[in-house]
């Protein structure tokens, strides 16, 4: 550990999103690792370039010029080691979550045991369930090949059995894939991942590896009935995707190659760090880690042992966005805005912005668009979510979102935003989180860097977190009653740490702030009215240190689930209302 803070080695970590590629140095400073700074540039997975690298080598120049200090050489080529003049670099890493929605065919035996492991599997990282084979599929064998012949999936997971358990079943789910992969041609056949039964892994190996040459094995996902475990599986699967972006993509391979293996998925990355987070800070609560990129949404819950990570492609703010009408009617989603938008302009927002997905809002009407298409993407994606945390997570109430704290939260549209105060209001409506938290704000999009970069330096991460990089928007106190428009339903003094007190009265359907500066705590006292509950129980009070932020404590007594009047003017002045009491316009 000791060595590893002497030798001071700077690393540069690079993600390649949909929209952007972003480069980050991170270094000693003062005997500790800091977040240096960070280049921007467009990313380059499609037309013109269709080349990642050369997006890499943009954001990479666009870093150097902040620094002052050489990273390129003269062929354009990552200088590193670092040189004595103070040029180069001593290590880089590299996440990667562009690139179209991974094709997955699902292959297991029973619906709701292997084949509902398979797709928690699946949705951990950036793909589309295509087809489902199990043992309750009714179709005949050629028809299962037609399907697979029409998908053409691009992996297929296999699972079922639990250990030492069902084998003649599998190897009959696997007879129309031998046919299907025999079909295709050599260069779409698809990649296998087996994570069944390891009693029979040697005769899957047989079988499988002789038509499909991409065959990769993990621990069963499922060794008995009542214990699922997907870590070994996706830690697998993420070496699958980036062995299956290098053939979709130019220059993957390349950035494989300049980092020394240290390439990993954008999700992946990040669950890692959720995970690890979790394990350091474990408590009663889980903690919340949402992203939403232009590629996809991603929601992560870490929960001491207990961890999930769910990827929606169909959720992102790229070029996918008009997909989103698929899963909610245009009118859902103008229900978060404070303007007057009609669904036509709405609609062709929509497309718009799937052809230009990295433009900046323009016009008012452009930026409450933008933010209203977050706010249901989030939204769907935290519902979808929802069904695969944890069973222990502290709940107030079943039904809404369980306890956390504290909620991590990144992507363009909220680390863009003009003010805190917007992506807080985002957040809030989105996932509608109750009890009291803290939410934080991953402003640089550090997250998944930190956990690629903690494969080559454990402690990089930690010094990191800990030195500020991150912004504290400040906590968050959502009680959960029911009560009439205006109804007063908890007050609240917060004692500031020189002895001032400031008080708060909330009312129901309203957003109350206590002012509690970024590093400063106080100690706030809560009295709970008409049954409220923030977590002590129903109509009971109780005190609590909280720590201070850009907004300082936020109460939020709009009710959960948050119910939107009906009648549109009076929703939207009431929109207006809430993020004028945050900052907001």
């Known amino acids: ?246 053939q979709q993509i130019k220059g993957v391979d390349l950035l494989d190659a300049w980092s020394g293996g240290f390439l990993l998925p954008t999700a992946y990355a990040t669950g890692r760090m959720v995970r690890f987070l979790a394990q350091v800070y474990s408590a009663e609560k889980g903690i919340l880690s949402v992203d939403l990129g232009a590629s996809a949404a991603m929601i992560s819950v870490g929960f001491k042992s207990k961890f999930t990570l769910h990827v929606y492609p169909q959720f992102g703010l790229g070029d996918n966005q008009p997909g989103l009408l698929n899963y909610t009617p245009l009118a859902d989603i103008l229900r978060w805005s404070s303007l007057d938008i009609s669904e036509g302009v709405l609609r062709d927002y929509l497309y718009q912005k799937s052809l230009y997905p990295s433009s900046i809002a323009a016009t008012k009407e452009d930026l409450a668009l933008s933010q209203v298409v977050a706010r249901q993407a989030l939204y769907l994606a935290m519902q979808s979510a929802r069904r695969d945390f944890p069973r222990n997570l502290t709940r107030i109430k079943p039904g809404l979102t369980p306890l956390f704290d504290p909620i991590l939260a990144g992507g363009g549209i909220l680390s863009d935003a003009s003010h805190p105060g917007q992506s807080l209001m985002l957040l809030l409506d989105s996932l509608q989180p109750v009890g009291i938290t803290t939410v934080i704000l991953d402003q640089n999009n550090l997250l998944p860097l930190l956990g690629a970069a903690a494969a080559q330096n454990n402690i990089l991460p930690i010094q990191v977190i800990e030195s500020g990089a991150f912004l504290s928007v400040g906590t968050v106190v959502v009680p959960v009653v029911s009560a009439n428009y205006g109804t007063p339903i908890l007050r609240a003094t917060l004692t500031y740490q020189n002895g001032a007190e400031a008080r708060v009265d909330l009312k129901y359907g309203s957003l109350e702030t206590l002012p509690l500066s970024s590093g400063e705590t106080g100690k706030l006292n809560i009295e709970c009215l008409r049954g409220a509950d923030v977590g002590f129980g129903a109509g009971r009070g109780g005190s609590i240190s909280v720590t201070g932020g850009a907004l300082g404590v936020v109460f939020d007594g709009r009710g959960r689930p948050l119910d939107l009047p009906s009648d549109p003017v009076r929703r939207r002045e009431l929109i207006k209302k809430w993020n004028w009491t945050l900052g907001g316009e």
């Open 1 to 246: 550990m000791t060595s590893s803070l002497v030798d001071g080695n700077s690393i540069l970590a690079v993600d390649v999103g949909a929209a952007n590629t972003r480069a980050v140095l991170f270094d000693v400073v003062e005997g500790e690792y800091r977040f240096v700074a960070s280049g921007v540039a467009p990313s380059t997975a499609e037309a013109p370039f269709k080349d990642v690298s050369e997006g890499v080598r943009s954001a990479i120049a666009n870093l150097q010029a902040i620094l002052g200090r050489a990273l390129l050489d003269a062929s354009r080529d990552l200088i590193t080691p670092s040189q004595p003049n103070g040029s180069g670099v001593d290590g880089l890493v590299v996440t990667i979550s562009a690139g179209p929605a991974i094709k997955v065919a699902l292959v297991g035996l029973l619906q709701d045991v292997s084949l509902e492991s398979a797709r928690k599997l699946a949705q951990s990282t950036y793909a589309r369930i295509v087809e489902t084979i199990g043992l309750s599929d009714r179709r005949k064998p050629e028809q299962k090949i037609d399907a697979l012949l029409r998908t053409q999936p691009d992996l297929i997971l296999i699972t079922g059995g639990t250990d030492g358990g069902a084998e003649r079943s599998i190897h009959k789910l696997l007879e129309p894939i031998g046919l299907a992969s025999f079909i295709l041609p050599e260069e779409k056949v698809p990649a296998v991942l087996f994570a069944g039964n390891e009693k029979i892994t040697e005769e899957i190996k047989t079988l499988v590896g002789s038509f499909a040459p991409a065959m990769h094995v993990s621990p069963n996902v499922r060794p008995s009935l009542e214990t699922e475990d997907l870590e070994p599986a996706q830690r697998e699967l993420a070496r699958m995707v980036i062995n299956i972006r290098k």
